[in-house]
């Protein structure tokens, strides 16, 4: 009965295109995807425009945007300048990066007997990721964290077994903070892990944190902040351990902000400025320099200062870190360039 | 043959109808229906393997044969090798056999021979709904239920083995591992094997039972030296089709396998399959060499598959002599 419900709504909905409703397809990164479904449903109760959005993954947003098989791509990691190249040669045209929310990854773990937050240093960080440090009573982790019995057992590194824009801000972060990592793993979507078992998705990972005694993973801090998980602190570029948080998160893309460029195309990781957090990211839509269609660039243009103006003020809500104020009147000029 | 339409088909049925009489008699039609079906599922299966072959031509072209024997698996740098995977589907599977032929076989037995037909019945409806599980859900199982079993029986078993474990019972264990692959996937495939073999079991003639049977056998000679070789190749059969969904099994096994492509001769190390690695990494493959080399591995797979399937066809030949019939 439901089935044949949800068969004669489809259908509606494709006569209701055929008559003239122009319907804008997206797709792309997972993460920012509660955020999105929320902006296009009530973006749609306002002007009644239809926007489909596909979470399938920050690698299938710019895939499907270069092959144009979607109206506009999303992605956690900004478009490499390679991939910029083919997308200019297979589509004519160049493309735009509007930065939407912002996103975290945080260090959560299960270490027996520690129920403080621990801190960690981002040699630390690197240092058990590359397999380096491999007891948890190491000195780098022992002396970040003054008055906590740190057990003299192995570390066990979980991460993520599916390419992932949460993995990129993982691995961006360590290869900023870490020449060896740089040079021996470097960044990607998926990368060779030097130690550690995979876990599918942020619920995989957590679960697989949550199993295993004495190990380490990675979330997103969204994902953490819902399921009520602890996680460590982490040292910035000033110097602080810093807890992730809206406001911790905001202040690193502040502190990125002043040096914007032009494209957008900016990693925050690591970012200068007291309060930030150093494993912070934006996360990006992407969209066509030209759009032919008149009435999907309306929209396309619309629904960005929308996003912007009003969409910002609900971000807090879903636990999303707004954009700060810099990046905002940046980007809402940049609306401009859609011809 | 002017007439030849007016006359009724039954009339002469040796000669030669016109050609759309012909078509529009049952008999052609379902020949023909029939046909374009069975060459239906050639063509798709051709079409399969050509489209696999056409897109992986990249990575094809750029790894060669080293692409089969390279155990590099750097999305970053671009090199690929796939033999962990193939490894980690191998081992998996592997495993899975040597867990699920003698529990399913024993149990297919039990169910043909001995149990009374009542709980027969019942018992065959139970684990006929196991077949019908969907893998995601055993894997959830294989997570929340098996991998913490293991964490709590695999250490005093190895710590018994004092210092010196066998090696594939060597290094740390924690949980997700080729071990607890191959239990989720035996546990997987063993309705099948215990569904069709009860069924071929049941199909074995009962004059040969009654005959052995009154040269004064007992009923488990009778069942183990005259039913179980007269049924052996159909119990052969549901096994390679229990080996066919081990390899290709996905779901399951990335929950509970590890997803880290390395080879360490070991059932507790964690590992990687090929089913798995595509799953996991084909939707954020971006470039031209990552997903070729992601459809190349499904090439080796499909090989693999075949291979192995054509190898089991022998087996069946070889040993055939005895079998008579499936």
């Given at each position: 009965m439901r089935q044949a419900r949800n068969v004669l709504v489809g259908m509606a909905m494709v006569a209701l295109g055929a008559i003239g409703q122009t319907l804008i397809n997206g797709g792309g990164a997972t993460f920012p995807y509660p955020m999105y479904s929320k902006w296009f449903s009530d973006y749609s109760k306002k002007t009644g425009v239809t926007i489909n959005y596909q979470s399938k993954g920050s690698g299938f947003g710019v895939q499907q945007i270069t092959a144009g098989t979607v109206d506009f791509g999303a992605s956690?990691?900004?478009?490499?300048?390679?991939q910029i190249k083919e997308f200019q040669e297979k589509r004519g045209m160049g493309i735009l990066h509007f930065p939407t929310v912002l996103g975290a990854d945080v260090p959560t773990y299960n270490v027996p007997g520690v129920t403080a937050a621990l801190n960690f240093t981002p040699d630390a960080l690197a240092g058990i990721f590359l397999g380096h440090i491999t007891k948890w009573n190491d000195p780098e982790l022992v002396k970040a964290n003054p008055g906590v019995n740190l057990p003299k057992n192995d570390i066990v590194v979980v991460h993520r077994a599916e390419g992932s824009g949460t993995t990129f801000i993982w691995v961006d972060y360590l290869a900023k903070v870490s020449k060896e990592w740089e040079t021996k793993v470097g960044r990607g979507a998926s990368v060779q892990w030097p130690v550690g078992l995979g876990g599918q998705g942020n619920e995989g990972v957590a679960g697989q944190v949550k199993q295993t005694s004495n190990s380490i993973g990675y979330v997103e801090l969204i994902y953490a902040i819902q399921n009520h998980m602890t996680y460590g602190k982490v040292k910035n570029v000033s110097g602080e351990f810093i807890e992730a948080s809206l406001a911790s998160v905001t202040a690193a893309a502040a502190g990125a902000a002043k040096a914007m460029p032009e494209d957008f195309r900016v990693s925050i990781t690591?970012?200068?400025?007291?309060g930030a957090y150093p494993i912070s990211s934006f996360t990006w839509v992407l969209v066509p320099e030209k759009i032919s269609d008149p009435a999907k660039k309306k929209i396309i243009t619309d629904f960005l200062a929308w996003m912007l103006k009003d969409g910002q003020t609900m971000t807090s809500a879903l636990s999303y870190a707004p954009l700060p104020k810099e990046v905002v009147a940046k980007e809402t000029k940049a609306i401009a360039k859609i011809k | 043959m002017a007439?030849?339409?007016?006359?009724?088909?039954?009339?002469?049925?040796?000669?030669?109808?016109p050609f759309l009489s012909r078509i529009f008699s049952g008999d052609s039609l379902a020949q023909a229906l029939a046909f374009s079906c069975a060459t239906l599922i050639l063509a798709l299966t051709a079409l399969l393997v050509w489209e696999l072959w056409a897109h992986s031509a990249v990575a094809r072209e750029k790894f060669g044969f080293r692409f089969l024997t390279s155990t590099e698996w750097n999305p970053v740098t671009g090199d690929f090798g796939a033999l962990p995977f193939i490894y980690g589907t191998v081992v998996t599977s592997a495993l899975a056999l040597l867990i699920a032929v003698p529990f399913g076989v024993g149990a297919a037995i039990f169910l043909a021979e001995l149990a009374p037909p009542k709980l027969s019945d019942g018992m065959t409806f139970l684990i006929e709904l196991l077949a019908a599980v969907p893998s995601v859900i055993i894997g959830l199982i294989g997570i929340l239920l098996l991998v913490p079993l293991l964490l709590t029986v695999v250490p005093p078993i190895k710590d018994s083995f004092g210092n010196h474990p066998p090696f594939f019972f060597s290094g740390p264990f924690y949980g997700p591992s080729i071990l607890a692959a191959g239990v989720v996937l035996a546990v997987m495939i063993a309705p099948f094997i215990i569904s069709v073999s009860r069924e071929v079991l049941l199909a074995v003639p009962k004059d040969l039972r009654e005959a052995a049977l009154a040269l004064g056998a007992t009923r488990w000679e009778t069942t183990w030296d005259v039913v179980v070789p007269y049924a052996r190749r159909g119990i052969m059969g549901s096994i390679f089709l229990a080996l066919a969904r081990a390899l290709g099994e996905t779901m399951?096994?990335?929950?509970?396998?590890?997803n880290s492509p390395r080879i360490v001769a070991s059932l507790l190390a964690s590992g990687n399959s090929m089913a798995s690695v595509i799953a996991s990494e084909?939707?954020?493959?971006?470039?031209?060499v990552y997903p070729s080399a992601l459809i190349e591995l499904?090439?080796?797979?499909?090989?693999?598959?075949?291979?192995?399937?054509?190898?089991a066809r022998l087996l069946i030949l070889a040993t055939g002599e005895k079998g008579a019939s499936q």
């Open positions: 956690d990691m900004p478009m490499t300048d390679m690591n970012a200068p400025g007291t | 007439t030849s339409a007016t006359i009724p088909q039954t009339a002469r049925p040796h000669g030669r109808a399951a096994v990335t929950m509970v396998i590890g084909f939707s954020e493959a971006i470039g031209d499904a090439l080796v797979l499909f090989a693999l598959t075949i291979v192995l399937n054509g190898a």
